[in-house]
């Protein structure tokens, strides 16, 4: 027993070894640096125990934001079979930004997955620095204020600014600038240090904005007209062209010293008088423009009376014709001046030549002759002048014809005979002279009857048409000759196409008559009993096996023998056979129209050599084949086949196979149409394009061009902010089914970029106190609004009054079109009547015992005073009561304090000193 407890003992111990020597486990170290930026590198401490394998690679994994390793990503390898180490990794630059990361580290050889760090780890967005400045105006005159202000992306909490004239440094860190001493040409930037974190791109340099300075100029203006010798009534066009006028000077237009027109420097009038003179009055918007008003040259109209033009014409011949007279007209004009031009039209189309009068043969029923006349005079009314119209009536020519016909011509000697005559354009009363053998005979009629005609007589008709415009008149008709016979033999045999035959099968038989006459009559019999027409051939499908066929033919000859006459007879032999049908089959019964489908039949009982009939809604289409093709299927046809069997006895030949109903979509055609939604816009401002798409289908794709470029748009709109003159196109690719034209190319929509407006507010810095409002003059735009809504008299004009109780910034936004401009005036609030002293001596005398603000009396009023490190050491809402230098009733060492005070006049208005509610004071002991 206890020798078994020793070898239990020994085999644990060995087991417990043996695993030992091959446990491996990887714990990951503590990670610094948090946060991290995106693309960023981070240092991956970790420690292992047991033994890993030559090759091995430990791995730095990244969880996903919610800290889980299920699609965790490799930022970093170590190669390595040691038990310590750090992994140099690399955030992904795609790394959504989150708090809430993990790192763990594996291996490979064997695979171990270790611990991961044991605390979240965040990540941010890389961001890039820049700086975009602008200045309140960029022309101005010498000595006027140029505010500048800074606008930064991603510059942090406490952004650095360094703002530069030329490139050398100039003014303070602070997001705005203002300088009076700029000249013409100075270039101003910005350069702006970010304390953002995981930024780049800092310093960040602004844009330059370029400063130009306008010297003194001389304004003037030129006036021409587009014409100065005029009809009474014409438009005459003035245009204005100024010097120094500015971007938007004012025009007053005037005719003989009084005003007329609209402020433009375009004028047009219709109402001048002869010897009227008209000028134009220029004021300039330059601020630094001298002469405005000016005024320009006289421009002086010469205004000639009006007379009205006219024409009138007439047929010189009969406007009633046949066709190919001719018929002459001529023209009349009135106040046509020396040298009149003429245009003659027959339908409203020109014809003829520039002449008085005009000719024509070729005149059609109901054509319309006007002719236009063109005054050579200056002012006429009504020019060109069209004439009266004058129809001509044509009468086509017609050719005259007779045709006649007998009621027989097969006679016995002394039967009558008639001939009928039946004329062609014969007119209301055309004559008949009837010949026998060339000799005139009978009367003048359409009719004639003879009963002594002999055999070889010919017999013809002479018509004389009285129609109107008629050729070919005499006509001489067509002949007739007769025969005249003597008693005949009448007989009759009969033929049949076959008299063996299956059950159901056609036979046709054809009886032959000897000495007929013109109108025989035919009885046909089957087994003796009549049956069939009164007819010289007869056919059935319904003869049985041993029917005997004859026939008993009755002439109409009166000088026949042996009539009525009866046939010989034919016996049939009928033998009862197959069926035959056809089924038929196409490759597609829903189709696109314009898209082949092709159809086979398959017979049954078709014999050797079937015939098929193909048929689309009952008519015979295609070819004798078992196969038929076509592509010029509609919608709702009916496709059938009929099929001839060959075969020996068979039924139900032709067969008609089952009907098959075409569905056929029509074909559409692709089209895609853009339009902006505005096609003129301001410098950066965005223009939107909309495709209208016709057959797109469920999701047509669209692919937008600038300047025949993609720019990988996919959706029916396009936002962007476009440079001046781009071109836009979209090509639509349809998902519709049985489509055409797609890919589809729209129009082309053209975006003009025009310049933001330059706003001026003159003067740009105001200084004034409480109590005495000021006006201010902005000027650059068509509409305004200002901002704040604070004492201002109204928010819409140009030129509002304000009265604002402490300094501000009014800002003024000016509109023209689609374009706008800002500016700004400052309204410095400055006030003799508020004292704040320097400094005070609060050390037992009588003098500057105490710091306190001494103004007119306040309302809401609040004291405070900070040391130098911001706490508090005095507060007071008594405007009477001052600080004595005490904290806690302890005296505060000398040194520099920051006042704050806050009040309201007897007006409700905040009081400030010098545009400021803060300042510093030195207390002295």
């Known amino acids: 027993m206890k020798k078994q407890l020793i070898l239990s003992f020994v085999f644990f111990i060995s087991v417990f070894i043996y695993k030992a020597s091959f446990s491996q486990s990887i714990t990951t170290g503590l990670i610094v640096g948090s946060p991290f930026c995106q693309c960023g590198s981070v240092i991956i401490p970790f420690?292992?125990?047991?033994?890993?394998?030559?090759?091995?690679?430990?791995?730095?994994?990244?969880?996903?934001?919610?800290?889980?390793?299920?699609?965790?990503?490799?930022?970093?390898?170590?190669p390595s079979t040691g038990n310590i180490g750090s992994i140099s990794g690399t955030i992904p630059c795609l790394a959504l930004t989150g708090a809430n990361y993990r790192i763990r580290v594996t291996s490979d050889n064997p695979v171990v997955i270790g611990t991961d760090n044991g605390i979240d780890l965040q990540?941010?967005?890389?961001?890039?620095?820049?700086?975009t400045i602008s200045a309140s105006q960029n022309i101005i005159c010498a000595g006027q204020q140029v505010d500048f202000n800074a606008i930064p992306v991603n510059g942090g909490t406490t952004p650095v600014y360094q703002w530069q004239i030329n490139g050398g440094n100039v003014g303070t860190n602070s997001s705005s600038f203002s300088s009076t001493t700029l000249n013409n040409g100075d270039a101003v930037t910005?350069?702006?240090?970010?304390?953002?974190?995981?930024?780049?791109?800092?310093?960040?340099?602004?844009?330059?904005?370029?400063?130009?300075?306008?010297?003194?100029?001389?304004?003037s203006v030129s006036v021409f007209a587009s014409i100065t010798t005029i009809c009474t009534g014409d438009q005459v066009d003035f245009i204005a062209t100024p010097s120094n006028g500015g971007a938007t000077p004012s025009f007053q237009w005037q005719i003989n010293g009084l005003n007329s027109g609209t402020n433009s420097a375009n004028f047009s009038t219709t109402t001048l008088n002869n010897g009227d003179?008209?000028?134009?009055?220029?004021t300039s918007s330059l601020a630094c423009a001298t002469g405005s008003p000016a005024t320009s040259n006289g421009v002086a109209i010469t205004v000639n009376p009006i007379a009205p033009a006219g024409v009138s014409i007439v047929a010189t011949t009969a406007t009633t014709i046949c066709s190919g007279q001719q018929v002459d007209f001529t023209a009349t004009p009135s106040n046509g001046?020396?040298?009149?031009?003429?245009?003659?039209?027959?339908?409203?189309?020109?014809?003829?030549?520039?002449?008085?009068?005009?000719?024509?043969?070729?005149?059609?029923?109901?054509?319309?002759?006007?002719?236009?006349m063109t005054s050579s005079n200056l002012c006429t009314t009504g020019n060109p002048a069209t004439s009266n119209s004058i129809i001509v009536t044509v009468t086509p020519s017609v050719v005259a014809s007779d045709t006649i016909t007998a009621n027989t011509t097969v006679i016995c000697t002394g039967d009558p005979v008639t001939f009928t005559s039946v004329a062609t354009n014969g007119g209301a009363a055309p004559t008949y002279q009837w010949q026998i053998n060339g000799s005139n005979t009978g009367g003048?009629?359409?009719?004639?009857?003879?009963?002594?005609?002999?055999?070889?007589?010919?017999?013809?008709?002479?018509?004389?048409?009285?129609?109107?415009?008629?050729?070919?008149?005499?006509?001489?008709?067509?002949?007739?000759?007769?025969?005249?016979?003597?008693?005949?033999?009448?007989?009759?045999?009969?033929?049949?196409?076959?008299?063996?035959?299956?059950?159901?099968?056609?036979?046709?038989?054809?009886a032959l008559g000897v000495n007929s006459g013109g109108a025989p009559n035919y009885q046909w019999q089957i087994n003796g009993v009549s049956t069939g027409p009164n007819s010289s051939s007869f056919s059935s499908t319904t003869l049985n096996n041993g029917d005997v066929i004859t026939c008993i033919m009755t002439s109409s000859l009166s000088c026949v023998t042996g009539s009525p006459a009866t046939s010989n007879q034919l016996t049939m032999t009928v033998t009862v056979g197959a069926p035959v049908s056809v089924l038929i089959f196409a490759t597609s019964t829903s189709i696109c129209s314009g898209t082949v489908v092709v159809f086979t039949a398959i017979p049954t009982n078709g014999g050797t050599a079937p015939v098929y009939q193909w048929q689309v809604n009952g008519v015979n289409v295609g070819s004798n084949s078992a196969v038929f093709n076509d592509s010029t299927l509609s919608d709702n046809d009916v496709v059938t086949c009929i099929l001839t069997s060959n075969g020996t006895c068979v039924s139900n030949n032709p067969a008609t196979s089952n009907p098959l109903t075409i569905s056929v979509t029509p074909q559409v055609t692709a089209s895609v149409s853009i339009a902006a939604d505005n096609e003129i816009i301001c410098e950066g401002m965005t223009a939107t394009l909309t495709a209208t798409g016709i057959n797109g289908g469920s999701a047509a794709s669209y692919d937008w061009l600038l300047n025949g470029v993609s720019v990988g748009q996919s959706g029916s709109s396009y936002t962007n902010t476009f440079p001046d003159g781009s071109n836009i196109t979209c090509i639509m690719t349809s998902n519709a089914a049985c489509v055409l034209g797609s890919p589809a190319t729209s129009n082309t929509v053209v975006i003009s970029v025009q310049p933001n407006l330059i706003i001026t507010i003159d003067p740009d810095t105001i200084t004034t106190c409480w109590t005495t409002p000021v006006t201010l003059n902005a000027s650059g735009a068509n509409t305004y609004h200002w901002s704040p809504d604070l004492h201002i008299s109204c928010l819409d004009c140009p030129n509002p009054m304000v009265d604002p109780s402490d300094t501000t910034v009014y800002t003024v936004t000016g509109t023209s079109g689609s374009c706008t401009g800002t500016a700004s005036v400052l309204v410095n609030i400055k006030c003799p009547d508020v004292f704040v002293p320097t400094a005070f001596t609060p050390n037992g005398d009588i003098f500057n015992p105490v710091f306190k603000i001494y103004s007119l009396p306040m309302t809401?009023?609040?004291?405070?005073?900070?040391?130098?490190?911001?706490?508090?050491?005095?507060?007071?809402?008594?405007?009477?009561?001052?600080?004595?230098?005490?904290?806690?009733?302890?005296p505060m060492s000398t040194s520099v304090y920051v006042w704050m005070f806050r009040g309201k006049d007897r007006d409700g208005r905040s009081v400030s000193v010098n545009r400021t509610n803060s300042g510093d004071v030195t207390l002295i002991r």
């Open 190 to 219: 910005c350069i702006m240090t970010s304390n953002a974190n995981c930024v780049s791109g800092s310093p960040a340099l602004s844009n330059t904005e370029v400063i130009t300075v306008s010297a003194s100029v001389v304004a």
């Open 277 to 282: 003179v008209v000028t134009c009055i220029l």
């Open 337 to 372: 001046g020396l040298t009149p031009t003429y245009q003659w039209q027959v339908n409203g189309g020109n014809a003829g030549s520039n002449s008085t009068v005009f000719s024509s043969t070729t005149f059609n029923n109901g054509d319309v002759v006007t002719c236009i």
């Open 123 to 131: 990540i941010d967005s890389a961001v890039t620095a820049s700086l």
């Open 47 to 78: 420690t292992s125990t047991g033994v890993f394998n030559t090759g091995n690679n430990y791995t730095a994994e990244l969880s996903d934001a919610t800290g889980s390793f299920a699609t965790s990503v490799p930022i970093g390898i170590f």
């Open 444 to 510: 003048n009629a359409s009719t004639f009857t003879s009963t002594t005609l002999n055999n070889g007589d010919v017999v013809t008709c002479i018509m004389t048409s009285n129609a109107n415009c008629v050729t070919g008149s005499p006509d001489v008709s067509n002949p007739i000759t007769i025969t005249v016979t003597t008693g005949l033999a009448a007989s009759v045999s009969i033929t049949a196409n076959n008299t063996t035959i299956c059950f159901g099968d056609q036979v046709d038989f054809t």
């Open 860 to 890: 809401d009023f609040t004291l405070m005073i900070f040391d130098r490190w911001g706490q508090m050491v005095f507060l007071s809402h008594n405007q009477n009561e001052g600080w004595d230098g005490n904290f806690h009733g302890k």
